[in-house]
């Protein structure tokens, strides 16, 4: 969940509406990604990996 953001057309309307201060941050040559794009690239990474990062960071703080 990103910013209260439920679903891929949430990420992708936060986004959009807050384009100006991401683009401080990231390079976005094509704009915000659709929500299919979002999708596709969270669709694609190794859920197990993620949490045993988040459970490592954790163990950090």
Same mark, same amino acid.
Do not use: Q
């Given at each position: 969940?990103?910013?209260? /953001?439920?679903?891929?057309?949430?990420?992708?309307?936060?986004?959009?509406?807050?384009? @100006?201060?991401? $683009? $401080?941050?990231?390079?976005?040559?094509?704009?915000?990604?659709?929500?299919?794009?979002? /999708?596709?690239?969270?669709?694609?990474?190794?859920?197990? /990996?993620?949490? @045993?990062?988040?459970? @490592?960071?954790?163990?950090?703080?």
């Amino acid at each position: 969940m990103i910013c209260g /953001a439920d679903t891929w057309v949430d990420i992708e309307s936060y986004g959009r509406a807050k384009y @100006e201060w991401l $683009k $401080k941050f990231l390079e976005l040559p094509n704009g915000i990604p659709t929500h299919d794009t979002i /999708a596709r690239v969270f669709s694609r990474l190794n859920r197990r /990996a993620i949490s @045993e990062m988040f459970f @490592e960071l954790g163990s950090i703080y």
